[in-house]
């Protein structure tokens, strides 16, 4: 039987300067089971607002946007704080979404940070709170939209081959990491 999620693109930002302003680029790994199909690059604002729409948008037109039966997420924030609205993305897509994330994030420094240091970080903060707590499944801790904890578990350890970290997210901050300092680095 077909794995009811061997289609994947998995999203991850690229790095850039604590002091830098402006758009950061965004790579997605498009993954059929376990052979690398394709890459998606687009960008989004660093502490901005648009991550969502700007990977609906990539994915949608995409030649890949027929295929996709699940959408991963290298943490819920991107280019710093541009939280992606996980409802939304899901919604636009008619996809299954998948934050994933090494470690517990410090939810009550992100809330600190969020209220009183990021544009719209009330906003921002509600998103995160509405999407609820990270859980944690199969050496990782995961939010998830139209998926159920196990079939989480299933996805993950399907595509956790060579760390904890799903291939598509591994390969996408492998991908970004070069396209923005010329080489890989550090793990996801």
Do not use: C
Request: aromatic fraction near 6%.
């Amino acid at each position: 039987m077909r794995h009811p999620f061997s289609n994947v693109i998995g999203f991850d930002d690229s790095p850039f300067p604590h002091s830098y302003r402006g758009d950061v680029r965004i790579v997605g790994t498009v993954y059929a089971g376990l052979r690398f199909d394709g890459v998606l690059t687009g960008h989004i604002r660093r502490d901005g607002a648009n991550a969502a729409k700007n990977i609906a948008k990539l994915v949608a037109e995409s030649k890949f946007a027929n295929h996709a039966q699940i959408i991963m997420l290298q943490g819920i924030a991107l280019g710093g704080f541009n939280v992606v609205d996980v409802p939304y993305l899901s919604r636009s897509l008619q996809l299954p979404v998948l934050v994933v994330a090494r470690r517990r994030p410090d939810m009550s420094a992100i809330k600190k940070a969020l209220l009183t240091k990021v544009p719209g970080g009330v906003r921002k903060w509600k998103l995160i709170e509405k999407l609820g707590p990270m859980e944690p499944v199969a050496n990782v801790f995961v939010q998830r939209v139209r998926l159920s904890l196990d079939e989480a578990r299933q996805v993950i350890e399907k595509f956790a081959v060579h760390s904890h970290i799903p291939e598509p997210l591994r390969a996408a901050h492998l991908i970004a990491g070069a396209i923005t300092l010329g080489q890989s680095r550090g793990r996801p």
